[in-house]
Each structure stands twice: as structure tokens, then as C-alpha cells.
């Protein structure tokens, strides 16, 4: 058996308070646009079937309690004590928390409360410019007000993180910065159009977002979506060299194009991510993947956590069995040894997080 450290989930969300009935409780397990398909539930899916492996044991259940069962335990603990056991019992020991997500949840001192944790947060760019407008009259006064509010935020959290990526065109069309001009001009359009609240989607002000927090010298977690990353590679070539590193996020069913990201560009690294959870049964072989490419040193692990402390859980807890099973493997095939699996195991696990993120240097 490998066996690993306490684990770092270097990305995930906080958790909802709010006790949830049967059909709100599926509508969390996947991003879905609408329902499931008439006569059937989102516990059928790969995500589902994990959470009635992993967590009904953890709430005092047998694993693969159906749904109805396992919600009416839920439940009966309570919405505050599930949450604490379903976390405690994932063996995560450090949070990196995106504290820009709407919703009723849990911030990173909750979050390290009930999990019996430490928490960090990353900082979400595109909330902090609506919460900048907010407040701002003139495009002069949101532009100097958002470079403060970027300044601050850099001083206490140890990411900044932004959707840009989701939207490829945004980076691969212009990596560069925009000048001075084109983001006054920008500023100057969203103010003048926007309603309090509404998001950023101007992508020159996208654009000068990603390069503030790039100029901030913290690490950069990109959402790359459910889409090819390789549209970055011109934004990737623009920042290397720059002293921050980039932490693609997301990325399955594309995680080799995100691997080799991180193989061929040293300020790149792969975010191992909600991908494992998602696939279930099949994660192991996801982590094979991304190990033959991604350097050891490269790859991080996270939940990709949200709303659901099942979500944390879940990926926590499939995690550790691909591991095992991929580098156990490994060993039993004879090509590692049990030391230099452990050493690996330790780094994905937690080792590298620490150190991109400079966790130690937090405590």
C-alpha cells in the first residue's frame, strides 16, 4: 500500500449550509444545464455511484446505500455535523480555497473548522473588479482602486485565480497585455453599460486582470474548463520567465494536452483536479495518464470541491485509491521501487502544493 501525507487540496470551494432534499442534492453532484433525463437521477453517473462508495461510511452507513437512504442520514445529522464528518473523514489536512463563487457557503475559516483543517484562500479576479465598480465613479478611480484592491488582496491570500480561460479566445487571441489605452477604453464601456453585480466579460478587461495578478508575483490558477488548454500556449509563452507560476485547472477530457503544458513550459504545472472524482471508477487510468506526462513534481492534487462536502470527500478519497493503484502498479511490475513511489505519492499528494502556494511560509 502507498502511503501518503495529509492532503492539500490546492483548489476547491466552500460548502453549503443549508440542509438539501433529494432533487437539490443531485442537481450539485454535476454541472449540468438542465435536468437529468425523464426517469432516471444524476446519482447515475460516475460522481454519483463514488459518493455512495465513499461516503455513506463516513456518515455511519454501509458503502452503497441508495440515495434515499443515505440523504435520510444526512439529514438526521444535520446539514453542519455531516459536513464535519464527510470532511474530517477525507483526510485533508490543508484547503486552498476560491472564496469567488455566489451562494450561501462556507469560507475558509469554516471550511478549516469543520474539516479540522488549515485554509488558504485564492482570490477570484473577476468579483474582485465587480466589487472595484461598485464603488468606483470614474474609470480613473476604478482603475487606481483596482490595483489597490489587487495589491491587498495578494497580501494575504496565495493565488489569485480567473475564469478567463474558460473563454479561449480571450487569451489566445491577444496574449500579451493591453495597453494602457485599450483598458481605459474597455473600463470606460462596462462602466458606462453595466448594473451593479454584472460580471466582467470585456475580454481587454479579462486581459488585464490575468496581468495584474501575473505583475502580483502569486501563483495563477487558470480555469481551463472542458476545453482543449492548448489556446493558452501563446499566453503560457507570454508569462514565462516572469516568476509566476501557472496552475491550469480543470482541462479532462484534454488533462494530456494540460500535461504537457507542465512537461514543456517550467512555470506551468497540472492540476490532477475534480477530473478524478468525476470519472470514478475509471480515475485511475486518468492519473496514469496525466503521470506519463505531467514531471512528478508538476501535478497537484484537489477535490474541485463545491457546495457538497461529498464533492471534497469523494475526490479526496478516489484520489488516494488511483494512486495506490497506479503506482502500486508500478511496483508490482517492477519498475519502482516502494521508496521512490512513496516519494512521489508524498509530492502529488501535498509536496508540491506546499511549495507553489509557499504554504509553510503561511503557518
Not at 136 to 165: D, K
Not at 222 to 228: F, I
Not at 287 to 311: H, I
Request: hydrophobic letters at 45%; glycine letters at 12%.
Amino acid at each position: 500500500m502507498i502511503e501518503t501525507p495529509p492532503l492539500v487540496d490546492q483548489y476547491c470551494h466552500g460548502v453549503l449550509r443549508t440542509e438539501l432534499g433529494l432533487g437539490t442534492f443531485e442537481a450539485q453532484l454535476i454541472r449540468s444545464a438542465g435536468p437529468p433525463a425523464a426517469g432516471t437521477t444524476f446519482f447515475d453517473t460516475q460522481t454519483g455511484f463514488a459518493v455512495r462508495r465513499w461516503c455513506p461510511p463516513l456518515l455511519g452507513l454501509e458503502p452503497y446505500a441508495t440515495p434515499a437512504r443515505y440523504l435520510a442520514r444526512r439529514r438526521e445529522l444535520g446539514a453542519i455535523e455531516s459536513a464535519r464528518l464527510l470532511l474530517r473523514g477525507s483526510g485533508i489536512a490543508a484547503y486552498v480555497v476560491d472564496t469567488g463563487v455566489a451562494g450561501d457557503l462556507t469560507g475558509p475559516k469554516e471550511l478549516a473548522l469543520a474539516g479540522d483543517a488549515e485554509a488558504f484562500e485564492t482570490v477570484r479576479l473577476e468579483p474582485l473588479a465587480q466589487q472595484v465598480a461598485d464603488t468606483s465613479g470614474t474609470v480613473a478611480a476604478f482603475l487606481a482602486n483596482l490595483a489597490e484592491a489587487v495589491h491587498q488582496a495578494a497580501s494575504g491570500a496565495v493565488a489569485f485565480t480567473c475564469g478567463a480561460a474558460d473563454h479561449p479566445s480571450v487569451l489566445a487571441d491577444a496574449p500579451e497585455p493591453p495597453d494602457p489605452g485599450e483598458v481605459r477604453g474597455a473600463a470606460g464601456r462596462w462602466l458606462d453599460g453595466r448594473t451593479r453585480g454584472d460580471a466582467v466579460r470585456d475580454p481587454v478587461l479579462l486581459r488585464h486582470l490575468v496581468w495584474s495578478a501575473v505583475a502580483s508575483g502569486l501563483p495563477l490558477q487558470l480555469h481551463t474548463g472542458a476545453g482543449d488548454p492548448a489556446p493558452l500556449t501563446g499566453f503560457v509563452r507570454a508569462t514565462a520567465g516572469l516568476g509566476t507560476r501557472l496552475v491550469l485547472l480543470g482541462g479532462y477530457p484534454y488533462h494530456r494536452q494540460t500535461a504537457q503544458l507542465a512537461e514543456a513550459f517550467p512555470h506551468v504545472y497540472a492540476d490532477a483536479g475534480a477530473a478524478l472524482g468525476q470519472t470514478g471508477a475509471r480515475a485511475a487510468a486518468v492519473l496514469a495518464e496525466l503521470l506519463e506526462l505531467a514531471p512528478f513534481g508538476k501535478l497537484l492534487f484537489s477535490s474541485g470541491g463545491r457546495r457538497l462536502p461529498e464533492l471534497h470527500a469523494v475526490g479526496a478519497l478516489v484520489f488516494r485509491e488511483a494512486l495506490g493503484r497506479v503506482l502500486g502498479g508500478w511496483v508490482a511490475d517492477g519498475a519502482w521501487s516502494w521508496k521512490d513511489a512513496a516519494r512521489v505519492a508524498a509530492m502529488v499528494a501535498a509536496g508540491n502544493a506546499r511549495r507553489v502556494y509557499r504554504l509553510d511560509e503561511r503557518e
